[in-house]
């Protein structure tokens, strides 16, 4: 089993910025990706951003420049950092990672951008 806990989510005004994080533990002997994803009221949950065990990052076009993704393989963590937010970032962020062919999400966490 593993188990993922982020943290960072919160109230912040347009323009600003917000960083999460989401540590994982557990079982954890193949990481293919770790990732976020976001869902808004009455929509589906969307990507927002992955990073792959080779190195390679992939963000949603609607926060491409604003948002970066990063990770420390030693502390088994992904980050999210949220620059230039917009009230249209509002949703609740998930945590996801893909160990071996089983995908785990985190609890989430509510990010609003309101002013």
């Known amino acids: 089993q593993v188990q993922l806990v982020e943290s960072g989510g919160g109230l912040v005004q347009p323009g600003g910025s917000l960083k999460l994080s989401c540590a994982a533990s557990?079982?954890?002997?193949?990481?293919?990706?770790m990732g976020w994803y976001r869902q808004a009221p009455g929509k589906q949950r969307e990507l927002v951003a992955t990073s792959t065990s080779g190195g390679r990052s992939n963000y949603a076009d609607s926060v491409k420049g604003r948002f970066t993704i990063s990770r420390d393989s030693a502390k088994i963590t992904v980050y999210l950092q949220m620059n230039s937010l917009k009230p249209e970032d509002t949703a609740v962020y998930y945590c996801?990672?893909?160990?071996?062919?089983?995908?785990?999400w985190g609890q989430g966490t509510q990010v609003t951008v309101s002013s």
């Open positions: 996801n990672m893909a160990v071996g062919s089983i995908a785990y």
């Open positions: 557990g079982s954890i002997y193949r990481i293919n990706s």
